[in-house]
């Protein structure tokens, strides 16, 4: 089982917290955030600094490229992962892992949230 | 409302309400507007499709969206596709340019300026717009020049219409998929239009590089000095505005977060 204990320290999650405390200050709800990314980092089988650097790779100039097909791989992943957990808590997981992506360079978002009548 | 004002309220809108449908008689005024633009040898460079997100499968509004057009997509209830039409300078040198021999006629092209039909037809047919359709790159950045004139014009008479709007990137399988457009016409860009969800000064506006870093007088590097007075009356005028980030605009996206269920 990967805890929050387990990624915490990792490069990508690092990167993440500095980028998301700049822009929206420290998060709150940091810890739920961890469990979050933790748990869809144990349902995929790989930690995230290995999930960030299967969307990006290095090219020459230092810089960094999306793989296109990889981004939308995880992206597919993270609605199933919502999926499974289902309704409003299932949306606040997946956000906390699109989260992590997003401040990690990896741009996505979500489908809106549709409350039918 | 007035011009300068159209000009200091337009913002590039990523919050719609997507419940709430734009009147047809708006989005026929952004076409109207589009088509009375500025347009080289007076020819229809720009043509737009007007489609419906409710009227659209979901799966191929869906498939319209590229790393940058995600969000807004899903909440604006249209979206003007504009293309630039690369067969409209191929029609005019086909037909001996009837649009140009139409402004001559309507005195826009004067003999005071040496304009005649046989002028049209014995130099510019042949010696101007014929050459030009011989390179293709040189073919595409003109029609896309004069098309996005018109583009511009649908922009700001979107923010007249009391409007959100904001020009994207719309991915082009899937916006040939849906409107089966023809070949010769190159997708530009989709014009999202509807009520924001955000408000409408999208938090201030947008930061621009200082004024004399673009413009100049008589020559480069002579810097078109920026009069404050000028400024001031703009102001006045509401085409200068705000600048972002207005205090609130983080807990405003916050809240739109919240409501559409997005990350943060």
Redesign the interface.
Known sequence: MVSADDIAQQQAVQTWYNYYSQHWGPPKDWQFKLQALARFCQWVGKGPDELVADCLREVEGGFKRIRAKRRRFYMAKIKEFEEGIGGLQGRQWGNAVRSFFIHNGVAMSADILRQGP | MEFKEVVGRRRSIRFYQ?WRPVEREKIQTILEAARLASRAINADFAKAIVLYRDQVPAEDW?AMKT??T??QL??APVCILWFGDLGAPVRQVERRAPTLKELVDVGALPPTHGWSHAYVDNVIVPQVLSPMLQNQAGLVAFVWAEASLAICQAVLAAVDEGLGTQLTAINAQAARKITQHPDQWLLMWGQLVGYPAESWDGGGQRPREPFEEDFFEMRYGNPFRRDPQVVERLKQAKMIQEPAPLPWR?DEI?YLAQM?????
């Open positions: 997507p869906d790393p940058t995600t969000v899903d909440t983080n916050r559409f269920g997005l990350p943060l």
